[in-house]
Nanobody, 124 residues
Framework: QVQLVESGGGLVQAGDSLRLSCAAS????????MGWFRQAPGKEREFLAC????????YYAESVQGRFAISRDNPESMVYLQMNSLKPEDTALYYC?????????????????WGQGTQVTVSS
């Protein structure tokens, strides 16, 4: 089983870009689909994007399609979320998660491992 640690969050201005990173431990990283979610105060945890174990397939929520991009580096056991044209409504705690399943994994309950989250705050 992998363990996940997110980094790269911070305070940015509207229109800026930010790249989040998620470092995974364990030798089996390449077997997992990886996803990014976010949770704003008082709101449900929201699916953003996921990527297949090989990295060949990616899936996005409509709310971030075209602005966010997920990628992974299997030899380095890393997954990334590039976020462009950030808006104040993107302010949230961002989580990466790992799943043994494949496909468009937008449900939280298909992910068995979660990181602790990294805070992104976008000022107007």
């Amino acid at each position: 089983q992998v363990q996940l640690v997110e980094s790269g969050g911070g305070l940015v201005q509207a229109g800026d870009s930010l790249r989040l990173s998620c470092a995974a431990s364990g030798r089996t990283f390449g077997r997992y689909s990886m996803g990014w979610f976010r949770q704003a105060p008082g709101k449900e945890r929201e699916f953003l994007a996921c990527i297949s174990p090989s990295g060949l397939r990616t899936y996005y929520a409509e709310s971030v399609q075209g602005r966010f991009a997920i990628s992974r580096d299997n030899p380095e056991s890393m997954v990334y979320l590039q976020m462009n044209s950030l808006k104040p409504e993107d302010t949230a705690l961002y989580y990466c998660a790992a799943s043994t399943l494949e496909g468009r994994l937008s449900r939280k309950d298909v992910y068995g491992t979660w990181g602790q989250g990294t805070q992104v705050t976008v000022s107007s």
